[in-house]
Every structure is written in C-alpha cells, then in structure tokens.
C-alpha cells in the first residue's frame, strides 16, 4: 500500500494536478479534511487538468473525497481509467440533498399509538419475567436457607424504612393539620364540629396515610434503587456478577422488594398516626376540641378494618415500586443520559401505578370499613 500523493504543476495554460498511490480510507494521510481543503483549493481554479492515470487502488471513501472537494460536478478536464471512472459516476448517482421522507400526519396518531403498545407490552413482559425469576430465587431460599441475603435485606430496609421515618412523619403531621383545619371550617357551619374525628380518621388511615407513604418512597427510595443498579450498570459491575455466578436478582431485586413489602406497612401506620397527631392539634386549636375526646373517640368512629385495608395497601405498593425501580434500573443504557431518563420513568412510573392500584382497592372495598 502506498500513501495517497498530490502534485500540482504550473504550466501556461493553467494547473496540471496529478494524483497518485493508493486512494483508499486507509492511506489517506491525515487529517482527512486538511487533505479535502487542498483539493478544493486547486480545483478552484478554471483551468486546472486532473490526472488520475497514476491512482493504483481507489475505494469509495477516496471517491467521495474527490467528488466533494471538485463541487459535487465533472472537472473540465480529467484523465481516468474505466474502473475509477465508473467508481465516481456511482459517486455521483448518491444525491446529497435527498430529504427523508416525512410521514403522513394522519398516519401519526396511529405510529404514536402503536409505539406506545408495543412499548407497553414489551415492559411489561420483562416485568413479568422479573417477577417469575423473583418467585424461583424465593422457592430456592425456602431449600437452602443459608442462602438468604440478610445483609442486603437489612440494609435496604434500613435505608429505605428506617431513614424516611422523619420525612413521612413531618408530611403526615403536616397534612393532618390542613385537612383537619379545612374541615373543621365546612363542619362549623353546619354545627358537627364532632364528626371531624370520623372525617380525620378514616380519611387518613385508610386513603391518606397509604397513598402519601407510597408518593414519598416512590420519589426517595424508588429513584435511589434505580439509580443504584443503573449505575451498576453502566459500571458493568452487574456484568461482573453474572460472570462470577451471583444472581442479580437475587442479591439486588428480591433483597428490596422484601424490604420495601415490609418497612411500607410500618410507615404507613407511622405517617398514619402522624397525620391523626397532626389533626388533633388542629382540632384544639381551630375547635377547641381535647385529645382525651379525640382518641376516646378514634376507635368507635373508625373500625379496624381501616387499618388492614391501610396495611395492605402499603404491602402492595412497597412490592410494586421495588418492582417498577428495578425495572427500570436493569433496562439503564451504558450511558448517562439513559440513567436519568430511566430513573425519572421509574418515578413516575411507580407513582402512577400506585394511585391506580389504589383506585382499584377502593372499589374492592367500598363495602368493608365503613361505619
């Protein structure tokens, strides 16, 4: 192979440049577009004579080299051989400024529609196929006890109950005070200002307190699962797990699904009485209402079965956003843009599920709790 040469020769009746060596991506010398910047400069001028006689091998990459540097035209005068001829007239056959072609704009809607299915239907095989990998990892536990991972169990039960016991607590007590404040202000003007212990404590127990709860983790704990193994991800350290024979799901989705399906009913029932907290300040203050009255009155206005339904629905949402964070945390890309993406997707993803699954409970037991 030899390297790619120019020579350009003076003569009277204009510029005579003769190419010669190897004109292929791999002898090209480099940069390649200082290369191009010297051939549009001598085919600028009108009277110059191109001899590409002296080219042994030509591949498509030196073609379009020439193609572009003469202005995407024939030079006036050019000497070459058939096959290098013929190379560039498949050269010149590629237009430059072909347009893709635009879809139909009443086709969108159903491209749009069929993406979002397709899409839809391929996250929720791989879900599906998480869940039966999780359900073998815990029948594989059941047979050999001491492969349980209680390390990475009580770790991420206590990163993910442990330290949101604070913020749960304050949002709890927070929303108890305004829904108590606002009711007490509808209840006064009809004179029940009693009834705000059963408003508080059904409202609360059994909707408030498991919906805020499953908000609250999906946003810090969720986010935090998918983030971990996206960047385990990109880190390839998943990768270096399946060659040392660890089982991703086993070491990272099932220890967090069980932490989650047990620190979501414990929260649930620590935001609850946060909130009942909250709203019985609110109650003495706005209607002068004593704490001994209000839990006196708390369990023969709202009977167990709140507090079940409450529990449930906390176990339910913890499995269900564990599930959704690592989701989306084994389909994060090599790259950083997709780590954010997807934990954003995971976010709401979880969110959503969660308030859908909780309109599906009240319908399930509209009948049950209820003085």
């Not at 270096?240 to 989650?260: D, E, I, N, Q």
């Amino acid at each position: 192979m030899t390297v790619a040469t120019i020579e350009a020769v003076s003569q009277a009746d204009g510029v005579q440049v003769r190419l010669s060596g190897d004109w292929t991506l791999v002898t090209l010398p480099p940069p390649i577009s200082g290369l191009e910047l010297r051939l549009r400069d001598l085919a600028a001028g009108n009277n110059s004579f191109w001899d590409l006689q002296a080219i042994e091998r030509m591949d498509s990459a030196g073609a379009i080299l020439l193609w572009r540097a003469w202005g995407r035209q024939w030079p006036a005068s050019l000497a070459v051989s058939r096959a290098h001829r013929s190379l560039l007239e498949r050269v010149e056959a590629i237009r430059a400024d072909v347009e893709p072609e635009r879809p139909s704009a009443s086709w969108a809607w159903i491209r749009l529609l069929g993406g979002g299915t397709l899409a839809a239907i391929d996250h929720l095989a791989a879900m599906l196929a998480l869940i039966g990998q999780m359900l073998l990892d815990v029948a594989h536990l059941c047979a050999h006890p001491g492969d349980i991972p209680w390390r990475e169990f009580s770790a991420n039960l206590y990163k993910s109950g442990a330290q949101a016991l604070p913020v749960t607590a304050l949002i709890g007590f927070l929303i108890g005070i305004v829904l108590s404040y606002l009711s007490a202000l509808q209840l006064a003007t009809f004179g029940a200002d009693v009834f705000i212990v059963n408003l508080l404590g059904i409202s609360i127990v059994r909707e408030l307190g498991p919906v805020l709860v499953a908000v609250l983790v999906a946003g810090r704990s969720g986010s935090a699962m998918t983030a971990q193994i996206g960047v385990m991800r990109v880190t390839e350290e998943i990768d270096a797990l399946a060659t040392m024979g660890v089982s991703r799901s086993l070491r990272l989705v099932l220890p967090k699904v069980l932490a989650l399906a047990l620190a979501m009913p414990l929260l649930v029932i620590w935001c609850s009485a946060a909130g009942i907290v909250g709203g019985m300040v609110a109650a003495k203050l706005q209607m002068d209402l004593s704490f001994g009255f209000f839990i006196d009155t708390l369990p023969k206005v709202v009977p167990v079965a709140n507090v079940w339904i409450g529990l449930g629905k906390g176990a339910v949402f913890g499995v269900l956003i564990a599930l959704i964070a690592c989701h989306f945390g084994l389909r994060v890309k090599p790259n950083t843009e997709s780590l954010s993406s997807r934990t954003t997707t995971s976010v709401v993803t979880s969110i959503t599920v969660a308030i859908l699954v909780d309109a599906v409970f009240a319908v399930l037991t509209r009948g049950v709790g209820l003085p």
